[in-house]
């Protein structure tokens, strides 16, 4: 059975920082790609960043770039997200997305692309 478990959200001030994990199981994760996504209230899921399975590739968002960094750990089956100078603009909740669906390598900020998906975590900012 796969498991998907967002940790590490809250409320902080703008110009804050936080650092959201995900923990992932029951599926061969150091092969695939996973990535981080939010959707604030009335707004679309939308995709923040993504990591290839050998740690070295990555892909953000224009929004968070300069500010977000993805990161994983193999060794634990874990992924992160550190997230400075945050903005109120960037409260929302969000997701992990694990289990990269064939055909979908060059589009990991698109919803679409990901079979497996964690409850979310509630990321507030204020101002």
């Known amino acids: 059975q796969v498991q998907v478990v967002e940790s590490g959200g809250g409320s902080v001030q703008a110009g804050g920082s936080l650092r959201l994990s995900c923990a992932a199981s029951?599926?061969?994760?150091?092969?695939?790609?996973m990535g981080w996504f939010r959707q604030a209230p009335g707004k679309e899921r939308e995709g923040v960043a993504a990591i290839y399975s050998g740690g070295g590739r990555s892909a953000y968002a224009d929004s968070v770039k300069g500010r977000f960094t993805i990161a994983r750990d193999n060794a634990k089956n874990t992924l992160y997200l550190q997230m400075n100078t945050l903005k109120p603009e960037d409260t929302a909740v969000y997701y992990c997305?694990?289990?990269?669906?064939?055909?979908?390598?060059?589009?990991?900020?698109?919803?679409?692309?990901?079979?497996?998906w964690g409850q979310g975590t509630q990321v507030t900012v204020s101002s």
């Open positions: 029951g599926y061969p994760y150091s092969s695939n790609c």
């Open positions: 997305a694990a289990g990269l669906r064939a055909g979908w390598s060059r589009r990991p900020l698109q919803s679409g692309a990901y079979a497996y």
